[in-house]
Nanobody
């Protein structure tokens, strides 16, 4: 059974940093695509970043480019999202998702809340 567990969320002031973790069990990330998504109240879920594990290719939504970094630790079967220079508009529930290397996501975590105050 596949489980994705996010952690690392919290409340920070604008300009601060957080590192989110997505730990996978029952699923090997080595041939996968892992994505981070977020959903703010009243808004649709949006993709934040993803990483294709086989070749390390990453992509980011324009709103977070230069501030967020997605990375992975294969030994820990974990993907991270380092978030720097946080803004109030980054406030949302953040989810990780896993799927085939084509980034069609089949598995989702429960989410971790990020709140950025001005």
């Amino acid at each position: 059974q596949v489980h994705l567990v996010e952690s690392g969320g919290g409340s920070v002031q604008a300009g601060g940093s957080l590192r989110l973790s997505c730990a996978a069990s029952g699923y090997t990330l080595s041939n996968s695509c892992i994505g981070w998504f977020r959903q703010a109240p009243g808004k649709e879920r949006e993709v934040v970043a993803n990483i294709r594990i086989p070749d390390g290719t990453t992509s980011y939504t324009s709103a977070v480019k230069g501030r967020f970094t997605i990375s992975q630790d294969s030994a820990k079967n974990t993907v991270y999202l380092q978030m720097n220079s946080l803004k109030p508009e980054d406030t949302a529930m953040y989810f990780c998702a896993a799927g085939r290397w084509t980034c069609d996501f089949a598995y989702w975590g429960q989410g971790t809340q990020v709140t950025v105050s001005s």
